[in-house]
């Protein structure tokens, strides 16, 4: 069985950071993709970010050049570090593992099989 926990989220100021962690447990994900979706009330699950244990990343266009995925296969641990936040930015964030191959970039969460409980992350204006 596969685990992942995410937290970090918290409550930010416009202009602020966070950075959100992942840690997966129960099996070894090299091979798969860790992603990261967020969801505001009434609205769908949206895609964030994405890496592969090898390194490659994707971005949304609303996060590109503000956020940053990173990975430490060592630690089996994904983290989101959000700069420049702002209150769209507002959601609970959810990571999540693909547990399968696919070509990347894997954005749509069908793709994903693991999820991980969501953090919820407010940016006040």
């Known amino acids: 069985q596969v685990q992942l926990v995410d937290s970090g989220g918290g409550l930010v100021q416009a202009g602020g950071s966070l950075r959100l962690s992942c840690v997966a447990s129960g099996r070894t994900f090299s091979s798969y993709v860790m992603g990261w979706f967020r969801q505001a009330p009434g609205k769908e699950r949206e895609f964030v970010a994405a890496i592969t244990w090898s390194g490659r990343t994707y971005y949304s266009d609303s996060v590109k050049g503000r956020f940053t995925i990173s990975g430490d296969n060592a630690k089996n641990t994904v983290y989101l570090q959000m700069n420049s936040l702002k209150p769209e930015d507002t959601a609970n964030y959810y990571c999540?593992?693909?547990?399968?191959?696919?070509?990347?970039?894997?954005?749509?969460?069908?793709?994903?099989?693991?999820w991980g409980q969501g953090t919820q992350v407010t940016v006040s204006s």
């Open positions: 999540a593992g693909t547990g399968a191959t696919w070509t990347f970039p894997t954005i749509i969460p069908e793709q994903y099989r693991y």
